[in-house]
């Protein structure tokens, strides 16, 4: 099941990913030849790039801890005996469980705030709320990844 659901997430980031950005692209390009070219102003332009920048940013930091990506010092790591190995692994589990537990409270607290008072974006006038739910999503599926990948360089590490 959890292989499922890792596959499924997988999938939904890579197409996600593999769509914002050249949308985001696309979109700046044209804003800007329409602009130069004197033909007309596109004025949401700016302002839907800049959200899909948002959403690229935090579906990426998913995928990056899918790899183990995000900086660590592994060198340091290393160097130490395997039980303080394993402990450092357990610790870097609980700061990372911490900090995205942290960040998303806070973000679904400011997404209620958000949905209560109805605030909307200036030109797009989307509800404000979903730019920000990218914060929850990548909050979770970070949490998800680090906790999977946590697992697993605990298996690693003990079988060495």
Not at 2 to 17: A, S, V, W
């Amino acid at each position: 099941m959890m292989k499922n659901l890792l596959k499924r997430l997988n999938n939904i980031e890579e197409y996600l990913l593999a769509f914002l950005l050249p949308f985001m692209c696309l979109v700046i390009f044209v804003s800007t030849f329409l602009r130069f070219t004197n033909v007309f102003v596109i004025t949401w332009a700016e302002e839907l790039a800049r959200y899909c920048m948002i959403w690229i940013l935090f579906v990426g930091i998913s995928a990056a801890a899918k790899k183990g990506e995000h900086f660590c010092v592994t060198a340091f790591t290393l160097l130490m005996p395997k039980t303080v190995q394993r402990i450092l692994i357990v610790v870097r589990i609980f700061l990372m469980t911490g900090f995205t537990l942290f960040v998303g409270r806070f973000c679904i607290v400011i997404l209620k705030n958000q949905m209560m008072m109805g605030q909307i974006t200036p030109s797009l006038k989307w509800p404000m709320w979903l730019m920000y739910t990218a914060v929850l999503i990548g909050c979770v599926a970070m949490l998800i990844r680090y906790t999977v990948h946590g697992i697993s360089d605990l298996r690693s590490n003990k079988k060495q």
